[in-house]
């Protein structure tokens, strides 16, 4: 066993031996509950491990595939995943509705219209254990909600009349937290469905504890503090007030489960803020940590910290990948995680030990007043998977010479090196960036071959820290100059470089009809085919509205219903959800250190860094493919394509954008991939060869799903999004498909 050389340095902590040898002891004989035969829940299983044990398809054959049919989807989400239970997969399309459709052609079976705000990444589904009840499990307008399976009707007696508010139990007035529903739909496992959470990532945003909730009463059985309370561990890790203020520190994305064993595995993000620590000295447990914990009780097995002090936002949000390898003639069952900033750490999934040494390294100091940076972190001695520092001779060489002169004059004023903390003197040229590496739907595997794949983009960012100014509505000649370049690098791509439209609509006068908070929520979360930002920080969201006119201060309060509800055509069974009342109680958000609590005098933030996304040299994103067996790179596959790279100039390798994009892996030796471009890839899995590839008429970043009907194996794609400017657009060309959800199988004289 291995324990934390001192206090303060909690990169590794483990139960002891007796718990350890306790908890074995009494799952030990848990039924194996995830066989890979079915796609009801998110990536495919409470795993999260996107394998199906299906065999019709093979190398041999694969080049074979073709559309089988397809349901129109325009209006619904093109990040949504869809499941599949049994002969029904459940969709979202028809402006906010979740469709239930014949898994064989696509022909709706009911529609339950108008459920504005559902989580954006899909659903999960529950059956009791003599299969009479079948819920649709999801969250929506901050609270948790369930469907009938069947029926397509709300079910009004789970939680309070229908729902579960999300917002209690976090440390702050329910009332004054305006956002926390994760993206993910969080796992199940048993009866207890285990939710994350996004709060937001400002200052004194909410905290993430992550929460189980029974399935059929909607009860609380569990809290998990990811920020500690007085008296528990890792709270000595901390400023003594910081769990008082501090937000974030949440599992935004997704979160595997080991049915099994009964241990759920969080992958956490960084406190708030980001980039700037000063009021919370400390590495701060739980913040970027792979933390295992007891399903039943919620209870910490163990823990490993990634990122000590995070100042550069490198959360913790792909999904940790089970696997069980032979490593020097002995099988191990492990988790690996793959994280933001190109390294892979592996672990014994029950006690927490490294597979493969981590090694603690010296990094530089902070010149920020009040900031003390960790001395060191933690890097494994397994390959990363990206380059880690911008430098002249990694340039991208095919832009052009005046932009190049720029950027070397920019590098030699700048610093570059790994983990150089954000500073207010100079820039911080970062690589990779909070885009860069391995992101949500960024990871697979083969469980049983001990192989897992992993989607990277080498993406930096570029810093210089400011302080926070107190509020105001006139914008000054910089902050003006920042809300131009967040709005060029963000917005301008869909709504034009006037805000006059494009691919998504004007923005023109948009702050004269939506308040504030709604225009918080709509550029965090997103909304239809816009993806959200969640990252951008609270002062660069409040320029942005006084850009587009509006007065952030004009403070308003976010109604829990949705809009004026318009009825799809089809089989309508129920519309909007659980109507969830009007708080009584309406308290302002936390907006500054509570009374007594010491802090430092100023606070600093920066933009999101997103200048440049071509910056470097190609290829830019790839799929990489390890043997944990061995802990070895066996290959790396450059995916994607652009404007340019379709028109013939292949020398420009393939193009940015690989975050929201996923894979599906069989147990034939297939990894399918979506990429950038509307490309769909089927590789070999040993060696990354490309067996068969084609192009989707519209683009796709959701999670593909996978399922088996009638002995002929299916392959689902929602291909609802928009191209983007530098990408070549399909949809125009002749015999293009509408946006939908696009399936793929052999063809029936296979």
């Given at each position: 066993m291995?324990?934390?050389?001192?206090?303060?340095?909690?990169?590794?902590?483990?139960?002891?031996?007796?718990?350890?040898?306790?908890?074995?002891?009494?799952?030990?004989?848990?039924?194996?509950a995830n066989t890979h035969t079915t796609w009801s829940h998110y990536a495919g299983g409470p795993d999260q491990s996107k394998y199906v044990d299906a065999t019709e398809i093979t190398k041999d054959n694969v080049n074979q595939m073709d559309v089988a049919w397809y349901y129109e989807a325009d209006g619904g989400f093109n990040n949504f995943s869809p499941i599949v239970v049994d002969t029904i997969m459940y969709v979202f399309a028809k402006n906010n509705s979740l469709i239930a459709i014949n898994a064989k052609n696509g022909e709706e079976i009911w529609i339950h219209a108008n459920l504005r705000g559902l989580t954006r990444k899909g659903i999960n589904y529950w059956e009791s254990e003599d299969k009479k009840d079948k819920r649709l499990?999801?969250?929506?307008?901050?609270?948790?909600?369930?469907?009938?399976?069947?029926?397509?009707?709300?079910?009004?007696?789970?939680?309070?009349?229908?729902?579960?508010?999300l917002r209690e139990g976090l440390d702050r007035e329910p009332s004054s937290i305006r956002r926390v529903q994760a993206m993910m739909p969080g796992v199940i496992v048993q009866d207890k469905i285990i939710m994350?959470?996004?709060?937001?990532?400002?200052?004194?945003?909410?905290?993430?504890?992550?929460?189980?909730?029974?399935?059929?009463?909607?009860?609380?059985?569990?809290?998990?503090?990811?920020?500690?309370?007085?008296?528990?561990?890792?709270?000595?890790?901390?400023?003594?007030?910081?769990?008082?203020?501090?937000?974030?520190?949440?599992?935004?994305?997704?979160?595997?489960?080991?049915?099994?064993?009964?241990?759920?595995?969080?992958?956490?993000?960084?406190?708030?803020?980001?980039?700037?620590?000063?009021?919370?000295?400390?590495?701060?447990?739980?913040?970027?940590?792979?933390?295992?914990?007891?399903?039943?009780?919620?209870?910490?097995?163990w823990h490993y910290q990634t990122?000590?002090?995070?100042?550069?936002?490198?959360?913790?949000?792909?999904a940790p990948q089970l696997m069980t390898i032979n490593k020097d003639g002995k099988e191990i069952d492990i988790v690996a995680a793959a994280t933001k900033h190109g390294y892979v750490f592996v672990f014994d999934r029950v006690t927490g030990e490294p597979i493969f040494p981590i090694e603690e390294k010296p990094f530089p100091a902070s010149d920020v007043p009040g900031e003390v940076t960790s001395p060191t972190q933690p890097i494994p001695?397994?390959?990363?998977?990206?380059?880690?520092?911008?430098?002249?001779e990694n340039i991208n060489p095919y832009l052009p010479d005046s932009i190049k002169q720029m950027w070397y004059k920019r590098l030699d004023a700048a610093k570059t090196a790994q983990f150089t903390p954000p500073s207010d003197k100079y820039e911080t040229v970062i690589l990779p960036g909070p885009l860069?590496?391995?992101?949500?739907?960024?990871?697979?595997?083969?469980?049983?071959?001990?192989?897992?794949?992993?989607?990277?983009?080498?993406?930096?960012?570029?810093y210089q820290l400011s302080k926070v100014a107190p509020p105001k509505i006139d914008l000054s000649a910089d902050d003006h100059k920042k809300a131009q370049t967040l709005y060029d690098n963000t917005c301008k791509t869909c709504h034009g470089p006037d805000m006059e439209g494009g691919v998504g609509p004007t923005l023109k006068n948009v702050s004269q009809h939506i308040f504030y908070d709604e225009f918080k929520t709509i550029v965090l979360n997103g909304r239809g085919q816009m993806p959200g930002f969640v990252h951008v920080d609270e002062a660069s969201l409040a320029n942005l509205y006084r850009?587009?006119?509006?007065?952030?201060?004009?403070?308003?309060?976010?109604?829990?219903?949705?809009?004026?509800?318009?009825?799809?055509?089809g089989p309508v069974v129920a519309s909007g959800g659980i109507k969830i009342p009007e708080d009584e109680k309406r308290v302002a958000p936390l907006l500054d250190y509570p009374e007594g609590v010491e802090h430092p005098e100023n606070r600093y933030t920066t933009g999101y860094g997103l200048e440049w996304e071509s910056l470097m040299s190609p290829p830019w994103s790839y799929i990489v493919a390890y043997d944990m067996n061995t802990g070895e790179i066996k290959w790396k596959q450059p995916v994607g394509e652009d404007f340019e790279f379709v028109n013939g100039d292949k020398s420009k390798g393939a193009v940015i954008g690989v975050q929201r994009k996923s894979m599906v892996v069989t147990s034939t030796g297939i990894l399918f991939a979506t990429a950038k471009g509307g490309k769909l890839y089927a590789l070999d899995q040993e060696t990354g060869e490309v067996l068969w590839e084609t192009t989707l008429s519209n683009e796709s970043v959701a999670v593909p799903a996978m399922y088996t009907l009638d002995g002929k194996q299916y392959l689902v794609v929602n291909a609802t999004g928009n191209f983007s400017r530098d990408s070549f657009d399909h949809s125009k060309e002749p015999g293009a498909l509408p946006k939908a959800y696009v399936v793929y199988a052999l063809p029936d004289n296979k």
């Open positions: 291995y324990a934390k050389k001192k206090p303060t340095k909690s990169t590794l902590a483990f139960v002891s031996l007796l718990s350890v040898f306790a908890f074995v002891s009494c799952n030990k004989e848990t039924p194996k499990v999801f969250t929506i307008n901050n609270s948790i909600q369930e469907i009938d399976a069947l029926t397509g009707k709300s079910i009004t007696t789970f939680g309070n009349n229908g729902y579960v508010d994350g959470s996004a709060p937001g990532e400002n200052y004194f945003s909410a905290p993430g504890h992550v929460r189980a909730y029974n399935v059929v009463t909607g009860k609380m059985e569990w809290i998990f503090h990811t920020i500690p309370h007085p008296g528990e561990f890792g709270y000595e890790t901390w400023p003594k007030d910081a769990y008082k203020y501090v937000g974030g520190v949440n599992v935004w994305s997704e979160m595997s489960a080991d049915e099994e064993r009964g241990i759920v595995y969080l992958p956490l993000g960084s406190p708030t803020n980001d980039y700037y620590g000063g009021d919370r000295v400390g590495d701060g447990l739980f913040g970027n940590s792979l933390v295992a914990v007891d399903v039943n009780t919620g209870k910490r097995l990122v000590h002090h995070d100042l550069w936002d490198y959360d913790l949000s792909p001695t397994l390959p990363s998977f990206m380059r880690h520092e911008v430098t002249k860069g590496g391995a992101n949500y739907g960024n990871t697979a595997s083969n469980p049983e071959k001990g192989l897992m794949f992993v989607m990277s983009q080498e993406h930096p960012s570029v850009f587009m006119g509006g007065n952030p201060r004009s403070f308003n309060f976010n109604r829990r219903g949705g809009n004026e509800e318009v009825m799809p055509e």
